[in-house]
């Protein structure tokens, strides 16, 4: 399993961005994904995912401004960032697993924990 994270760049304050996450050697419909970021000095957070079951969750601190979506075909996941602040400054990083045995769950989805395979990050800086 491959997973190949493009789309970060230099963006000004409030605006925006889509993050896409490609995948090979595995279906994203079929498997959970997830987005995480870490800001330098900083530990790595949890920012959106989409469960195999196509439930998505939200990080609370960035629900109304990022969004989360799925292209089966493609295998790929997409991160559409909008109002991006400078404090969204981080490397972002897709993940996978497997497939939840609770689908619905926040806390599972949330966690670092609960994905394999990581992508190498893309780099999102925020300038004021």
């Known amino acids: 399993v491959q997973l190949q994270a493009s789309g970060g760049g230099l963006v000004q304050r409030g605006g925006s961005l889509r993050l896409s996450c490609a995948a090979s050697g595995r279906t994203v419909s079929d498997y959970d994904m997830g987005w995480f970021r870490q800001a330098p000095g900083k530990e790595r957070e949890f920012v959106a995912a989409?469960?195999?079951?196509?439930?998505?969750f939200i990080a609370d601190s960035m629900k109304g401004r990022f969004s989360l979506s799925r292209d089966n075909a493609k295998d790929t996941v997409y991160l559409q960032m909008y109002s991006l602040k400078p404090e969204d400054t981080a490397l972002y990083y897709c993940?996978?697993?497997?497939?939840?045995?609770?689908?619905?769950?926040?806390?599972?989805?949330?966690?670092?924990?609960?994905?394999?395979?990581w992508g190498q990050g893309t780099l999102v800086t925020v300038s004021s």
């Open positions: 993940a996978t697993g497997g497939r939840a045995r609770t689908p619905y769950s926040f806390i599972y989805y949330s966690s670092s924990k609960s994905y394999d395979y």
């Open positions: 989409v469960s195999w079951r196509g439930t998505t």
